[in-house]
């Protein structure tokens, strides 16, 4: 669905726009979002998942107050695991009622905010939340809806699923050894708990859907011991975010319609089975929907060949606005786009400005031959997690979101000035 392609001078053009207009216009380096693609996307899942599922887009990926308005126009939901994302998500017309609110240490602020404010779920995260939640939506004289977030015992990989020790780490509470069962008996006695539903989520960046179907299985498990211990059905079953976008030609992302279909296969298979009402699905996806809506288009500064290695081919900007290779030993393509070029191509590394050897962008790359200082170079899929996970180490000033759609650009999020950060230093 993205508006991309080539003029004849071989500038890529993006929503009707050539990119070294945007360059000149926005400054480098800047992410460029496609909104038409983005709204593709967001409805993609929404349509995928018709009337009987909610779709609740994952903040962390990107959230600003436009991908907030964006959302509530195609009918999605939004996931905010910050007081201040609910902040954003607020301010920026997001109905209540359709925010999930998560986070393994909310703060009583927090938890008060979003109770005040009438989410539409709060995820809890642990027996004290449990507890927390309660004495404060009774305090407000209100009573809560909720979901208990479980670790079913799986852990998601990029391509494989391993079944150990993956209940070793900070989030939900574990199915094993009745934990999770616990949770419900004790949510259950709360007055200022509404139970709704249980939520799982997997991991990152997964394309093989076998981990999922562990998760439904276990979390259908789990549904039905609560309604044989206390006659309950509860209505709702989230099962998280994680899908799995192409960084590189080898990745092969599944279609939100066939996600769709296998998670409510597996559902309502399990459910039958265990003679219980289906519940209302719901999932979380981020970055499936933003990560390929941006690209980040940085300027070429100095080309260095070094013999029989590589040529490092240094831009303006680096783990600052891009931090996920360095973190995660992310793959990324890179790309030629402020002309065309005839000369080979040369094995390259695109690295930052930054001060230290770990800040590289692109690991391993061709570009042409000819890349000189001024080219513009863009790396697509930049959409999730690198605006959010943005720093301003080195002092960078972060770069704006420039939004692009029917050959119109407009600034979604500014570039930081030196005055921004200069006012933070109060010493
Ligand atoms: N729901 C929950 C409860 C989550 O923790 C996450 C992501 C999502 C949904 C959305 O997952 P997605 O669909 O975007 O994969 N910074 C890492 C990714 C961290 C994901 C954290 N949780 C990265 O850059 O790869």
Known sequence: AQTVGRDGDGV????????????????????????????????????????????????????????????????????????????????????????????????????????EAGVGRIVLDSFQEIVRVAHIAESLGKRQPVQIRITVGVEAHTHEFIATAHEDQKFGIPLAGGQAAEAVRRALRLDGLELIGIHSHIGSQIFDMSGFEVAAHRVVGLLREIRDEHGVELPEIDLGGGLGIAYTSDDDPREPHEIAKALTEIVTRECEAARLRTPRISVEPGRAIVGPTAFTLYEVGTVKPLEGLRTYVSVDGGMSDNIRTALYDAEYTVALVSRTSDAAPMLVRVVGKHCESGDIVVKDAFLPADLAPGDLIAVPATG????????????????????????????????????DLLRLDVG
């Open 12 to 115: 890529l053009n993006v929503g009707g726009i050539p990119v070294t207009r945007l360059a000149e216009e926005f400054g480098t380096p800047a992410y460029v979002l496609d909104e038409a693609d983005f709204r593709a996307r967001a409805r993609s899942w929404r349509d995928a998942f018709g009337a009987d599922a909610d779709v609740f887009y994952a903040g962390k990926a990107f959230l600003s107050r436009a991908v907030v308005r964006w959302l509530d126009e195609e009918g999605l939901n939004l996931d905010v695991c910050s007081g201040t994302e609910l902040a954003t998500a607020l301010s920026a017309g997001m109905p209540p009622e359709r925010i999930a609110f998560h986070g393994n240490n909310k703060s009583e602020a927090e938890i008060r905010r979003a109770v």
């Open 384 to 419: 999730a997690y690198c605006r959010s996970m943005a720093s301003n180490y080195n002092h960078a000033l972060r770069p704006p979101v420039v939004a692009v759609a029917d050959g119109a650009a407009r600034v979604i999020v500014r570039r930081e000035t030196e005055e």
